[in-house]
């Protein structure tokens, strides 16, 4: 595999896999690391012809481990402050790329690597998923919107459980919560994402990017507000050759061509 932190693997047409590429330190993050994954972000933000990103972590023992703590130790607080604040810029330009996004999620997930996946659309998690935010065993706290992410996404009590104990859930629990979208096992985690990305290739993608800030952003309004949003999204997307298209292929009965426009 090469050695680049970040591999890039086009799977198939319009998928795109991103491989966490530090299997020696569980896929740790560093500074490099995530140069490496904002410069494929950036890559993928002006990509129309790619639909779906997967993301997943090399070797059988973790997605993202957390960041690589050996660079904490000696209080060299310029260089920390400045590894959190580029950390959590990265992943907000993550969560806001205009494609649905997936973590394929084998092992370990912790801390940073539990705060990426919180910044994808979708969770699936393997058997062997093991999921937390743990700073505080180190007197820290989560910094990459880790406590935000997660109690939008279970509630603030099942959130304070999870953080306040720096519990490790697994995928099953995960799964449970509504957390994760499947639960399967290891052998099948690859699968199992292709399986998801390929049916989200059938969406329109412009409606997709709807939707995903629709999601993203309505959850922080107000109701009516955000119900507002909505339908000003829809009217729009009924003005675009894919809602026409949408339209026609439905009564026609035939498979749509999505164009993007």
């Known amino acids: 595999m090469s050695e680049s932190p970040i591999v890039r693997d086009e799977i ?4 795109v896999r991103l491989t966490f590429n530090r299997p020696e330190k569980l896929n740790a993050l560093s500074m490099p690391l995530m140069q490496a994954l904002e410069a494929e972000v950036d890559r993928l933000q002006g990509e129309a012809a790619t639909r779906v990103v997967i993301l997943t972590g090399a070797g059988e023992r973790a997605f993202v481990a957390g960041a690589d703590i050996t660079e904490y130790r000696g209080s060299r607080t310029k260089e ?44 699936i998690c393997a058997q ?17 919107g880790g406590t935000q992410r ?21 995928g099953e629990r995960a799964y449970s919560l509504g957390l994760a979208a499947a639960l399967c096992p290891d052998e099948s985690l690859a699968e199992a994402a292709l399986e ?33 949003f909505e339908q000003e999204v829809l009217f729009r997307l009924y003005g675009t050759e894919d809602g026409q298209e949408g339209i026609a292929a439905f009564l026609d009965k035939r498979n749509p061509v999505f164009t993007g426009r």
């Open 80 to 123: 920390f402050i400045a590894f959190q604040t580029e950390s959590r810029r990265i992943f907000d330009k993550l969560e806001a790329l205009p494609m649905p996004t997936i973590a394929a999620i084998r092992g370990y997930a912790l801390g940073g690597g539990f705060e990426i996946a919180l910044c994808c659309d979708v969770i």
């Open 150 to 170: 997660l109690t939008r996404a279970i509630g603030k009590y099942l959130a304070s459980d999870i953080m306040l104990a720096a519990r490790r859930i697994t």
């Open 12 to 15: 198939e047409r319009g998928i």
């Open 196 to 228: 998801r990305a390929r049916a989200m290739l059938k969406v329109a993608p412009q409606a997709q990017a709807a939707m995903k800030r629709l999601i993203r952003q309505g959850a922080d309004g107000a109701l009516t507000l955000s119900q507002s």
């Open 128 to 144: 062997s998923a093991r999921l937390g935010l743990p700073e505080g065993l180190l007197g820290l706290s989560p910094g990459g």
